[in-house]
């Protein structure tokens, strides 16, 4: 049996939908990247914003059962934080709104409350796992937290 060492379970990770589709996708342009990082879901606390769960639970998904179950799996596990969206998703559709007609710069909803969780201080969050690095450069940059990677052995900070 292998012992798991929980070194950083202080530290926070929110993990963005797209992970979840490399990881249980093995055609996935990220999936490399997904199964490389895949670690910190035994060695980190483990937020998954609820928003994200809906993505990643579509009927394609729901259809493959070995995924599902393993997901099921994993999100029971004691270090797997879900975070309700009701303190974020007004704020966050406003944002998206603004962001989106009114700055040119479209984002999608799932995202606009992943950042208005980001900025929440009681999250506490120390990395945000994506592959989509520049829908969230800016809030990253702002809350002075890292994107994190594996793929190159070290995170990435401004």
């Not at 589709?21 to 937020?47: G, M």
């Not at 259809?63 to 997901?71: D, P």
């Not at 969050?125 to 052995?153: A, C, M, P, R």
């Amino acid at each position: 049996m292998t012992k798991v060492i929980h070194a950083n379970i202080n530290k926070n990770i929110i993990i963005d939908t797209c992970y979840w589709f490399a990881l249980y996708n093995s055609q996935d342009q990220y999936h490399k990247r997904a199964t490389d990082t895949s670690p910190v879901l035994k060695e980190y606390k483990i937020l998954i914003p609820w928003p994200t769960l809906y993505e990643v639970i579509n009927t394609d998904f729901a259809s493959n059962k070995i995924a599902l179950t393993q997901f099921e799996i994993l999100i029971k596990k004691p270090n797997i934080i879900q975070i309700d969206d009701k303190d974020y998703k007004a704020n966050a559709l406003f944002d998206t709104f603004q962001k989106s007609i009114y700055k040119s710069w479209p984002v999608s909803l799932v995202d606009s409350v992943i950042r208005q969780m980001v900025l929440d201080p009681k999250n506490k969050i120390d990395y945000l796992l994506t592959f989509n690095e520049g829908d969230f450069v800016d809030i990253v940059k702002k809350q002075k937290i890292q994107f994190y990677y594996s793929y190159h052995g070290s995170n990435f900070n401004f």
